[in-house]
């Protein structure tokens, strides 16, 4: 994977100077405000605390973000506030457990400054500019389009461009001839990457084409099980943890949807879920009765089918809210690929190859390809998010549930692809 995080022109000397002064502010300048001179490096155990969340929550921010940066699309401040909330949450929560004294006013200054310096640094990111320079054989006619990203053709085995970061090609075309091979092995030699234009395409678009799965080691779709028994445990905890916000939200979503028309709050359908299996999922009514008398079919922009309350729920995903019965039941995750119905798939197994590979793991609530490509509403919109799919089951980690957790914040937010 193309380190998404390094830049090809590095930090002049006069931005990595704003950095710091940025760094110091936000560690000395609410001392400024709330302590005289002489007590800002007193041993005081409330300075020493106070000092010490704040240093280790900018450091615990820039290395999140830094693995945030390495996905697909990742360039966005929007990142930087939930980011920066969550760092200095779980530090004081720290403080609070270990009952350590330490000052609510130096913290509470120094949160938003904190967020000035990671803004600063997630823009500096932001206007660097990676330089791949690429082998113009057979197969490279199509190259990602991506933003902060400067392609260089190479006509002939020659010194790279400065400033290039990798050299990309298709290591299998047939025109690749003995120079560029050699060339190819003297820049392994003298340590610059070369990368084959199918990982590229990975890496840059987040998505596994299709016909990649036949160059690909299906093992490498099998997610560890560690992880995924991790994973349903941290679900289970969420849900739990949650609930005294969650449960009385439910209710009112609930009640405004019976207000609203007549029928049951809930949705009730079978999905299939993970290795194939069936399961009933539950869901907030957002359309009216009898939805789906004509059998099953996907809903549309301006569904006549969807009821005012439904279009709010269906925006900001609180129709989804049900589901947690069913991560709790161990049927479904917070973030994986979204269960279809089992008319849908069986239509897709025959025009989608390898479409039953997103049964590996579990269904989820919300998932890479809804938050970078939103709802699907015919098969080769369907095709895409399968290959999305197929990339995060690939890459199925950590960092990458934390990052589609804080995208799916933003998407509840903004109701991006709500149908």
């Given amino acids: 994977m193309i380190d998404r995080s390094m830049s090809a022109t590095p930090p002049t000397f006069r931005h990595s100077l704003l950095q710091g002064l940025l760094f110091a502010a936000a560690l000395l300048l609410p001392a400024l405000l709330f302590w005289p001179v002489e007590e800002w490096f007193h041993p005081h155990s409330v300075n020493h605390v106070s000092y010490s969340v704040v240093v280790i ?26 980011v920066a909330l969550a760092w200095f949450g779980l530090c004081l929560a720290g403080v609070l457990v270990w009952r350590l004294p330490y000052s609510v006013y130096y913290l509470a200054a120094a949160l938003p400054l904190s967020c000035v310096f990671l803004f600063h640094h997630v823009w500096l990111r932001h206007q660097q500019v990676q330089t ?24 002939a085995p020659a010194p790279l461009p400065p400033h290039c970061r990798a050299v990309v090609t298709n290591l299998h075309a047939p025109d690749l001839g003995a120079a560029w091979q050699k060339f190819l092995a003297e820049c392994t030699l003298q340590g610059m990457p070369v990368y084959n234009i199918r990982q590229v395409e990975e890496s840059l678009t987040g998505r596994v084409k299709i016909r990649h799965m036949y160059e690909n080691d299906l093992g490498s779709l099998l997610p560890s099980p560690v992880y995924l028994w991790l994973k349903q445990v941290l679900d289970t905890l969420f849900v739990l943890v949650t609930a005294p916000v969650t449960v009385p939200l439910m209710l009112l979503t609930a009640a405004a949807i019976r207000l609203e028309s007549p029928g049951p709050a809930l949705f009730v359908q ?17 359309m009216g009765m009898d939805s789906e008398r004509h059998g099953a079919q996907f809903a549309t922009q301006g569904d006549a089918r969807i009821t005012r309350v439904g279009r709010f729920i269906r925006k900001t995903r609180l129709d989804e809210l049900p589901q947690f019965w069913n991560i709790l039941k161990g049927e479904m995750s917070l973030i994986g690929p979204r269960p279809e119905q089992k008319a849908f798939v069986d239509g897709f197994e025959h025009s989608i190859p390898f479409y039953n590979y997103r049964h590996i793991v579990k269904p989820g609530i919300s998932g890479w390809a809804q938050v970078m490509h939103g709802y699907a509403a015919d098969e080769d919109a369907t095709q895409v998010k399968v290959e999305h799919d197929f990339y995060y089951i690939k890459h199925i980690s950590f960092s990458l549930d934390v990052l589609i957790f804080f995208k799916t914040i933003k998407t509840m937010l903004t109701g991006f692809g709500a149908r």
């Avoid at 057979?138 to 933003?147: H, I, K, N, T, Y």
């Fill in 57 to 82: 929550s900018l450091m615990g921010e820039l290395v999140t973000l830094r693995m945030l940066a390495q996905f697909p699309g990742q360039r966005s401040k929007r990142t930087v506030i939930p």
């Fill in 132 to 155: 791949l320079a690429y082998i113009p054989v057979s197969g490279m006619d199509r190259l990602p389009e991506v933003a902060h990203i400067r392609w260089h053709a190479l006509d």
């Fill in 270 to 286: 079978n999905r299939v879920g993970q290795r194939g299996r069936e399961f009933t999922i539950y869901k907030f009514r957002s």
